[in-house]
């Protein structure tokens, strides 16, 4: 019998999958409270200290990746595959500059099913990221991000804006 096939003899779907799981959906094994990663261009305390206050729980890429010789500065050159296994591992958001990331790590994306990650759309003026100006727009973002967390299956890849919006998606890459 196919699994959730109806027969004469067999419960339909929506009965056989209470009485099996209970109430639970696959993303119910997954981490409910949504907590963020600053990735390496996001990281520093002022933006950390911004999103606390909005009511986000931060992790910063400095407590997760520091130098060997001064724990108080954050290692240069990370790769992004950890740091996207970090986020996985932990069920962690992932906040980033790196909108080419979804291409360039498609298969470790691919692997760690637990991964959600949120990319700006662009980076800002003169190509630098302004982080203080993306931490409002992820403030702005905070109970869609909720519920994108909440019911959306991951993993998954969102673009914002500058001005507190989803603009895209890349979830048909995964």
């Given at each position: 019998?196919?699994?959730?096939?109806?027969?004469?003899?067999?419960?339909?779907?929506?009965?056989?999958?209470?009485?099996?799981f209970?109430?639970?959906?696959?993303?119910?094994?997954?981490?409910?409270?949504?907590?963020?990663?600053?990735?390496?261009?996001?990281?520093?305390?002022?933006?950390?200290?911004?999103?606390?206050?909005?009511?986000?729980?931060?992790?910063?890429?400095?407590?997760?990746?520091?130098?060997?010789?001064?724990?108080?500065?954050?290692e240069?050159?990370?790769?992004?595959?950890?740091?996207?296994?970090?986020?996985?591992?932990?069920?962690?958001?992932?906040?980033?500059?790196?909108?080419?990331?979804?291409?360039?790590?498609?298969?470790?994306?691919?692997?760690?099913?637990?991964?959600?990650?949120?990319?700006?759309?662009?980076?800002?003026?003169n190509?630098?990221?302004?982080?203080?100006?993306?931490?409002?727009?992820?403030?702005?973002?905070?109970?869609?991000?909720?519920?994108?967390?909440?019911?959306?299956?991951?993993?998954?890849?969102?673009?914002?804006?500058?001005?507190?919006?989803?603009?895209?998606?890349?979830?048909?890459?995964?």
């Amino acid at each position: 019998m196919l699994w959730g096939h109806r027969t004469t003899t067999s419960r339909s779907w929506g009965i056989l999958v209470p009485s099996v799981f209970g109430k639970r959906t696959p993303d119910a094994f997954f981490n409910k409270l949504l907590e963020l990663f600053l990735d390496d261009g996001f990281s520093n305390s002022e933006t950390a200290a911004m999103l606390r206050a909005a009511g986000f729980v931060v992790h910063e890429f400095v407590d997760s990746f520091p130098r060997a010789d001064n724990a108080l500065r954050r290692e240069e050159s990370i790769e992004d595959p950890p740091i996207i296994q970090l986020c996985h591992d932990n069920s962690w958001l992932l906040v980033t500059c790196d909108k080419e990331m979804c291409k360039k790590h498609c298969a470790t994306i691919r692997r760690c099913r637990k991964v959600a990650i949120l990319a700006t759309a662009s980076n800002s003026k003169n190509g630098r990221c302004s982080p203080d100006e993306w931490a409002r727009s992820v403030i702005q973002l905070k109970d869609e991000l909720q519920i994108q967390w909440e019911t959306r299956r991951r993993p998954w890849f969102l673009f914002f804006s500058r001005q507190g919006k989803i603009t895209a998606n890349r979830d048909r890459m995964f």
